[in-house]
């Protein structure tokens, strides 16, 4: 039995109290129209089960979903005829998560529509690089 959050509205729309305009379902995945779309076709992708962030999905709801985003991204590229399209899942406030129950965006890149993004790179020099490295090694 997964965990449950009977205040979410994606919790809500899993229990079916909240319609949606449903794409898909599986035991572990549910996948919906965004309300509220960047572009035509835009297609939200949940885990059944509650959790606020990624980080804190257990593996099995995370495979359940990687097993279907290549699918329903296709579904979603044929049925509007996008050829590019983003994959966007936000962790947080700070990054623009409104909802806190992990979901992916599938947005189609549509003429002027779709996903804006300010990507302000930096540079990734070696010596931090190598420390990095082991510290994110040490927690996997
Ligand atoms: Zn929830």
Not at 70 to 86: I, M, S, Y
Not at 94 to 99: E, G, K, R, T
Not at 112 to 120: A, C, F, R, V, Y
């Amino acid at each position: 039995m997964v965990q449950t959050d009977p205040n979410c509205i994606f919790c809500r729309i899993v229990a079916g109290t909240i319609p949606c305009h449903k794409v898909y379902e599986d035991d572990h995945v549910l996948a919906f129209l965004d309300i509220g779309p960047l572009s035509r076709g835009h297609t939200l992708v949940i885990p059944k089960g509650h959790w606020a962030t990624l980080e804190q999905v257990s593996d099995e709801a995370g495979a359940a979903i990687g097993r279907v985003l290549p699918r329903l991204a296709r579904a979603v590229l044929n049925a509007t005829g996008a050829k590019e399209w983003n994959l966007l899942q936000n962790n947080g406030r700070a990054a623009h998560q409104v909802v806190d129950h992990v979901h992916f965006h599938i947005i189609p890149k549509i003429g002027d529509t779709g996903l804006g993004l300010d990507w302000p790179a930096g540079k990734l020099a070696g010596e931090n690089a190598k420390a990095l490295l082991n510290a994110m090694r040490q927690q996997l």
